[in-house]
């Protein structure tokens, strides 16, 4: 059953528009339990099964694998989190919801804005979760408090970037299956990445893959971030470049899938 969207004022502006759409996706989110308890059952277990099966036979360098894996899961689990707003999008055209937002006096960037902060802040939750997770299993930061807090903004960053993508996804796939296995697509991008292995135990031709795409980028710098100079000599770069380079793939992806979406949005 499609949750009711909370009044909005006529002529709403931008910001107040957003801000309520983004509570109708939040409410939606809270009182879908078994949502939330599955994503957390699925994150764990992953996490699980990476620390105690595979985390015994592969090495990673000056780093404990726990501490080289913890980073990379957390990064990668932006991604599988936002595949849901793909779905979302999707659920939301198929039952008509996004025709009664079309015939309400507000802003029409609002309702994907709105979407896109909804599901951000959705992934806080999932984060956080996967972060404690990893404390449990005996990931450590090693670097500084503020690089730290500076990793956890760049995941809800990254985070947002992705949204776009998977927004897109949605509106362009029409029903809700159809908007899963499009988003399955990007699956395998987590694991040709240094996500889970590093990129050098990878065949010559994959390195050249796993090396110029986003998904790198943005774990290195996570993982840079949080494991401090011992990652940096792992990786051979410091923190901020792999934090440019991220930022930069983030405005790259939103400059063009949220064109996009609107796009398909506003064609109806």
Known sequence: MATVAPPI?????????????????????????QLVVL???????????????????????GLAYVDFLVPGFITTGIL???????????????????????????????V??????????????GLAITTAIGFAVGFRIHG?????????????VLGFAFEWLFITLGLFAGNAQAAQG???????????SSAYVPVETMPGWLQ???????????????????QGPAAEALLGHGAGFYVVWSLLWAAG???VFAPLAVARYRRG
């Open 112 to 125: 994907l804005a709105g979407r896109a902060l909804a599901d951000t802040a959705m992934q806080v939750w």
């Open 208 to 226: 050249t893959i796993a090396e110029n795409q986003p998904i790198t980028v943005m774990v290195d710098a996570v993982r840079a971030l949080t």
């Open 39 to 61: 994503g957390t059952i699925q994150g764990a277990m992953f996490l699980l099964i990476f620390r105690y099966v595979f985390g015994g036979a592969i090495g990673a360098g």
């Open 253 to 255: 992806i939103v400059a």
């Open 80 to 110: 599988f989190s936002g595949m849901g707003a793909a779905t979302g999008a999707a659920e939301d055209l198929e039952q008509g919801f996004v025709d009664r937002l079309r015939s309400l006096p507000i802003p029409r960037s609002a």
């Open 182 to 192: 499009l988003a399955l697509l990007v699956f395998p991008l987590t694991f040709v």
């Open 9 to 33: 004022q006529p002529s709403a502006t931008l910001p107040a528009s957003t801000l309520g759409i983004a509570k109708r996706g939040l409410l939606k989110f809270l009182r879908t339990p």
């Open 144 to 156: 500084s408090v503020p690089d730290a807090l500076a990793a956890f903004g760049l995941l809800l």
